[in-house]
């Protein structure tokens, strides 16, 4: 079974930074693209990046300069480096493969208020 684990979330003022991991398990993120999405209650799961197989990375317009998504196959571990975190990133952030859709796991939180 597939199982894919969000840490790293947390509460960080306006400006401050945040390092997400996502740890994947029963299944190889060797050869797989795999991506961030983040979701707000009410909310539709956005896509926020994706990180392909040969470490090609893009993001959300919004994002872009502030958010890098790298990955450690050996681990099987996919991160996303949140710098200059602005209100409007509060969400739950997930990971998942971008095909093959695995389960969600539960998602870490991140909350950007002062």
């Known amino acids: 079974q597939v199982q894919l684990e969000e840490s790293g979330g947390g509460l960080v003022q306006p400006g401050g930074s945040l390092r997400l991991s996502c740890a994947a398990s029963?299944?190889?993120?060797?050869?797989?693209?795999m991506s961030w999405y983040r979701q707000v209650p009410g909310k539709a799961r956005d896509w926020v990046g994706s990180?392909?197989?040969?470490?090609?990375?893009t993001l959300l317009h919004s994002v872009k300069g502030r958010f890098t998504i790298s990955r450690d196959n050996a681990k099987n571990m996919v991160y996303l480096q949140m710098n200059n975190l602005k209100p409007e990133d509060t969400a739950v952030y997930y990971c998942?493969?971008?095909?093959?859709?695995?389960?969600w796991g539960q998602g870490t939180q991140v909350t950007v208020s002062s």
């Open positions: 990180i392909m197989s040969d470490d090609f990375t």
């Open positions: 029963g299944r190889t993120i060797t050869g797989h693209h």
């Open positions: 998942n493969f971008v095909y093959d859709l695995a389960d």
